[in-house]
């Protein structure tokens, strides 16, 4: 019974694990200081947690000076407890586990509190009724932190309903996020607050093209994304932006094979991107919770609209069961799409078994083979490029968008002019 109570390990891992990864406080949910059973532990806590509301990383160095601050360092266990907390291991893919056991230790210690009180209640009152009920309101205020946030009455939405329809009506069009593609705008009406979009094809065929091309034109209209890259370190993104804005050839770009006249105009691209809100990241060793953690930091701090997340299959580590962790992934990414009401757009690489076709433009059928991704995704759009497969084509230089899957609204096919030289994408 005393390590229900009283969970100091899971207490002691959660604190370890944030000193570590402090982006991962915005994980914690309905965690709150006063579940914990230490005056310590409850101090650090609160303080890692108030640093990140005002936006700050609460790491070790700067939660020692808070805590410094406030005077409350002694009362926190000091430097050593610090240092301690700094030194201990935990698995961090724990880390949603720790969370339950100190949520679940802190419902124990209080139905302990209640059940304890009961007999004096009962031997004190004449009214039985009032006693269940008081003890029914005390399970509930025990409860009510936990879950129900995405409970709601249907009339409460009906306003909000029927606002959102008069100002499609009034302005008609695009009701979502742009795509930076016309074509898939009309038949789409935008990315939706809460969708997850899958664009799959196979390697080469410009998934990373068709990424840049999109963060390009919806960042000129203030349109924030932030970008896991798997693939690319960060100067190559750049080189890419700039190839496409400046439709210089991104070799000559990288071989420096450039006269006066590229460089005035990527001096020009240069100047433009500093005032885009585009957040870049290349951790190559991220897996499924550093994508999600990382979003709702950058999403509390910068209220992000938009993730794109090149490629999904590089989030799994080699020795896991692909189709399983990939509906992992796919799963906890929608969840997290709804839950702050931005859009995740994800890229998935397609298997060999497109080559093995006549007709090789991608269907559904290609992408179940990579766990739940068609059944998580709002919409599916494979990439295809005929120019790749067939010599004599008369589609040379077009990118077809074909979309498999529409939660909400036609399939179709649309082709955009794509210049693989500056991978610019349209007119």
Not at 248 to 265: C, F, H, K, S, T
Not at 273 to 297: E, M
Request: aromatic residues 8%; negative net charge; charged residues 25%.
């Amino acid at each position: 019974m005393v390590s229900i109570l009283f969970n100091s390990d899971a207490e002691v891992a959660i604190l370890s694990i944030l000193i570590k990864n402090p982006e991962l406080i915005y994980e914690v949910n309905s965690l709150k200081g006063f579940m914990f059973s230490s005056t310590p532990n409850t101090i650090l806590f609160d303080s890692i947690t108030n640093l990140a509301t005002q936006g700050l990383v609460p790491d070790i160095h700067l939660l020692s000076e808070s805590l410094k601050s406030n005077k409350t360092l002694d009362l926190a266990g000091g430097e050593d407890y610090l240092d301690y907390l700094s030194k201990q291991v935990f698995d961090e893919q724990n880390y949603p586990e720790y969370l339950n056991l100190i949520e679940d230790s802190y419902k124990a210690r209080n139905l302990l509190s209640m059940a304890a009180k009961i007999p004096s209640i009962v031997e004190g009152t004449t009214n039985i009724s009032s006693v269940i009920s008081q003890l029914r309101s005390s399970i509930d205020s025990l409860t009510e932190n936990f879950g129900g946030d995405g409970t709601c009455l249907l009339a409460d939405v009906l306003q909000d309903t029927w606002r959102e329809i008069k100002n499609r009506i009034d302005n008609p069009g695009i009701s979502g996020v742009p795509t930076g593609f016309s074509s898939l705008d009309a038949v789409t009406g935008g990315y939706q607050k809460g969708d997850v979009v899958i664009y799959a094809s196979r390697p080469s065929v410009g998934k990373t093209a068709s990424l840049c091309n999109s963060v390009l034109s919806n960042s000129k209209k203030g349109i924030k994304s932030l970008i896991f890259e798997h693939e690319m370190n960060k100067q190559s993104i750049v080189e890419r932006l700039i190839a496409i804005e400046c439709s210089i050839p991104a070799i000559n770009i990288r071989m420096g094979n450039l006269v006066d006249e590229d460089l005035e105009r990527i001096n020009e691209a240069l100047i433009l991107f500093k005032s885009l809100p585009i957040f870049i990241d290349t951790n190559f060793g991220a897996d499924i919770n550093y994508v999600i953690s990382t979003t709702k930091k950058y999403h509390k701090t910068h209220k992000i609209d938009l993730i794109y997340v090149d490629y999904l299959q590089l989030l799994v580590k080699r020795d896991e069961n692909m189709t399983h962790a990939l509906g992992e992934a796919s799963r906890g990414i929608k969840s997290m799409s709804n839950q702050l009401g931005i859009t995740s757009i994800l890229y998935s690489q397609l298997n060999r078994a497109v080559e093995s076709r006549d007709n090789k433009r991608p269907t559904l059928a290609d992408l179940r083979q990579s766990g739940n991704l068609e059944e998580d995704a709002d919409i599916v759009i494979m990439l295809y490029r005929d120019e790749m497969y067939n010599e004599n084509t008369q589609d040379k230089g077009i990118m077809e968008f074909i979309i498999r899957k529409h939660r909400n609204g036609p399939l179709g096919k649309f082709m955009v002019k794509f210049t693989k030289e500056t991978n610019r994408m349209g007119v």
